[in-house]
T-cell receptor
Framework: DADVTQTPRNRITKTGKRIMLECSQTKGHDRMYWYRQDPGLGLRLIYYSFDVKDINKGEISDGYSVSRQAQAKFSLSLESAIPNQTALYFC?????????????FGPGTRLTVL | SQQGEEDPQALSIQEGENATMNCSYKTSINNLQWYRQNSGRGLVHLILIRSNEREKHSGRLRVTLDTSKKSSSLLITASRAADTASYFCATASYGNNRLAFGKGNQVVVIP
């Protein structure tokens, strides 16, 4: 979905490095989410935010941090990357005023930690 | 933990056939949604069914919901090669503005 963009699209890094993944949206949605996807495990929620400066832990937040300084941007950081954080990362948005609860996903960031 | 669990995990069918996949969940829900993911790409919302609905249609998609059995099914009729993708169910619970995704069904439609 071009309305939700993620940078970078691919990243290879080494163990111990700090990594930041960026998500931007032009949909005007107030809610944003970070997920990771691993083969055979579906999507797991890392962090979510319902408004600027609002931060909530998901089911697998250990080793990650996030920042929501503006409504349109939600960044995910790995302070010290480790190999088991190798995964496909997705950002998603939703509109709290919508009755559909639909989430809109970005194209994903493929992260490899060596 | 995963709320939804799709079954079967992988399905291979001929173009024109119907594809059915199932999803079960454990807790009470507000609604259940189905998403499609083409290889390595972001998920795209397909259809949503609310807990007070039993069946819903959208184009070639038909979704059913049985809250007594805590299960849902997604039927794709007259499948096309372009339907080749992974399909995920996701549940939204009352008072919890998050989605819990299942592990996904991989569907391959052979031309």
């Amino acid at each position: 979905d071009a309305d939700v963009t993620q940078t970078p699209r691919n990243r290879i890094t080494k163990t111990g490095k700090r990594i930041m993944l960026e998500c931007s949206q032009t949909k005007g949605h107030d809610r944003m989410y970070w997920y990771r996807q691993d083969p055979g495990l579906g999507l797991r929620l890392i962090y979510y935010s319902f408004d600027v400066k609002d931060i909530n832990k998901g089911e697998i937040s250990d080793g990650y941090s996030v920042s929501r300084q503006a409504q349109a941007k939600f960044s995910l950081s790995l302070e010290s990357a480790i190999p088991n954080q190798t995964a496909l990362y997705f950002c998603a948005t939703s509109d709290s005023s919508s009755t559909s609860d639909e989430q809109f996903f970005g194209p994903g960031t493929r992260l490899t930690v060596l | 933990s995963q709320q939804g669990e799709e079954d079967p995990q992988a399905l291979s069918i001929q173009e024109g056939e119907n594809a059915t996949m199932n999803c079960s969940y454990k807790t009470s829900i507000n609604n259940l949604q189905w998403y499609r993911q083409n290889s390595g790409r972001g998920l795209v919302h397909l259809i949503l069914i609310r807990s007070n609905e039993r069946e819903k249609h959208s184009g070639r998609l038909r979704v059913t919901l049985d809250t007594s059995k805590k299960s849902s099914s997604l039927l794709i009729t007259a499948s096309r090669a372009a339907d080749t993708a992974s399909y995920f169910c996701a549940t939204a619970s009352y008072g919890n503005n998050r989605l819990a995704f299942g592990k996904g069904n991989q569907v391959v439609v052979i031309p």
